[in-house]
């Protein structure tokens, strides 16, 4: 029997919250939902999620204050690193600033800057297996400011990520990269779309040629060391 996934979400606006609770019912999945709620200085209950096996949390309204909240929370679990951390969905329709969108990036799995329901659904869908989401709005966003062309070398890849691009740059195909890194080619797929995303280029051939470009005439070795500053 399928367990139902633990989803935590969190929000300041009561009424978002079941909005946002409607919307995961209208999924197949099975769930089974914890509130909590935020103000300036706390959010509220959180704690109290200490002892559950968190799969997934889902965060709105996400002024910065609540983002750090979130962070010390998953800190001090000391699960934000750990293989079972839960993932988390950023899903929002506010006005993101450079500062948050680095907090973003540090522990979100997706971010959608809008509250649609079929983007959440397919962020649901694509983390599990995997993936990350990141939604035309938010890409547009950063688009239409440059901020990861000007910021291409600082943005977070996690270690799997860091490595399908170390095995691209080798020429490898999807297949061989699954193969080497004893994943599924989906995955892969994932990986290397997320980072696409991430460095702000058009395909897989543009995220080798990045890639390169922040370490010409280094080592492999020293290509893992400038991705992860």
């Not at 659904?121 to 938010?138: C, H, P, R």
């Not at 470009?213 to 400038?226: R, T, V």
Request: aromatic share 8%.
């Amino acid at each position: 029997m399928i367990r139902p996934l633990k989803i935590a979400i969190i929000d300041r606006n009561l009424s978002l919250v079941n909005q946002t609770h409607l919307y995961l019912k209208s999924c197949n999945l099975k769930i089974d939902v914890q509130y909590s709620l935020y103000d300036d200085d706390q959010i509220y209950e959180l704690n109290n999620l200490d002892n559950i096996k968190l799969d997934l949390i889902i965060m709105s309204n996400t002024n910065l204050s609540a983002l750090k909240m979130l962070r010390e929370f998953l800190k001090q679990q000391q699960i934000a690193n750990g293989k079972d951390k839960p993932n988390v969905i950023i899903f929002d329709d506010t006005v993101v600033n450079i500062e948050r969108i680095h907090l973003m990036w540090a522990f979100s799995n997706s971010i959608i800057l809008n509250r649609q329901k079929e983007d959440l659904l397919l962020a649901i869908q694509t983390v599990f297996n995997g993936g990350f989401y990141y939604s035309k709005e938010f890409s547009d966003y950063n688009e239409n400011r440059g901020y990861f062309r000007r910021n291409a070398n600082k943005m977070p890849l996690t270690k799997t990520e860091i490595s399908v691009v170390k095995e691209l740059i080798r020429d490898k195909t999807n297949q061989e990269i699954a193969n080497t890194l004893y994943m599924s080619r989906r995955t892969v797929e994932y990986h290397i779309t997320s980072c696409i995303q991430k460095f702000e280029v058009n395909s897989r051939v543009g995220l080798a040629v990045k890639a390169l470009s922040l370490i010409e005439g280094e080592s492999y070795d020293s290509l893992i060391n400038e991705l992860v500053k």
